[in-house]
T-cell receptor, first 111, second 114 residues
Framework: GESVGLHLPTLSVQEGDNSIINCAYSNSASDYFIWYKQESGKGPQFIIDIRSNMDKRQGQRVTVLLNKTVKHLSLQIAATQPGDSAVYFCAERGNTDKLIFGTGTRLQVFP | SAVISQKPSRDICQRGTSLTIQCQVDSQVTMMFWYRQQPGQSLTLIATANQGSEATYESGFVIDKFPISRPNLTFSTLTVSNMSPEDSSIYLC???????????FGSGTRLTVV
């Protein structure tokens, strides 16, 4: 079957290590950001979000960092597991309600 | 969060034909969107489906090729018209509520045009 993320940048990490996935966004007026995980054959799944009035937000094993000065977003996954293998997308909401997606990164976790 | 049912989940179609994709939500939502995900790529917004009026299309997408309907707050359709192999993609429906921070996605329709 087809695979999501064949042509996307790939990050390979060893199981148990921490992963950092980066994203540059384009619109300085964006007020809300979301990280999604997409496994092969599925739609994007919400991981964590952050508003523009924050610079850090933590979830379970995940942390999102926002640097508005350089329009940069990162997703940190602690103690990466094989089930974390997927394609990860950042998305931004600008001055409309539309959600615009970044390029995406494929995360590969090896034992 | 809303639960989305998208149909069909996949289809193989002949070039020159059209396919209509349905998006049904289990609760009323203010915003519905259609995205395209070409093989190995990110999601690209096609249009915003507006209830009772014409959809708002993004640059590079036109109504003649991708007609959209939204008769009520829980249902929308996207038609891919006069298909060519370049239309082979995953098409995804997404919904959100005004003032809410959640954007939910359907599982997508995997279209192959031969």
């Amino acid at each position: 079957g087809e695979s999501v993320g064949l042509h996307l940048p790939t990050l390979s990490v060893q199981e148990g290590d921490n992963s950092i996935i980066n994203c540059a966004y384009s619109n300085s007026a964006s007020d809300y950001f979301i990280w999604y995980k997409q496994e092969s054959g599925k739609g994007p799944q919400f991981i964590i979000d952050i508003r523009s009035n924050m610079d850090k937000r933590q979830g379970q094993r995940v942390t999102v960092l926002l640097n508005k000065t350089v329009k940069h977003l990162s997703l940190q996954i602690a103690a990466t597991q094989p089930g974390d293998s997927a394609v990860y997308f950042c998305a931004e909401r600008g001055n409309t309600d539309k959600l615009i997606f970044g390029t995406g990164t494929r995360l590969q976790v090896f034992p | 969060s809303a639960v989305i049912s998208q149909k069909p989940s996949r289809d193989i179609c002949q070039r020159g034909t059209s396919l209509t994709i349905q998006c049904q939500v289990d609760s009323q939502v203010t915003m519905m969107f259609w995205y395209r995900q070409q093989p190995g790529q990110s999601l690209t917004l096609i249009a915003t489906a507006n209830q009772g009026s014409e959809a708002t299309y993004e640059s590079g997408f036109v109504i003649d090729k991708f007609p959209i309907s939204r008769p009520n707050l829980t249902f929308s359709t996207l038609t891919v018209s006069n298909m060519s192999p370049e239309d082979s993609s995953i098409y995804l429906c997404s919904v959100a509520r005004t003032g809410s921070l959640g954007y939910t996605f359907g599982s997508g329709t995997r279209l192959t045009v031969v």
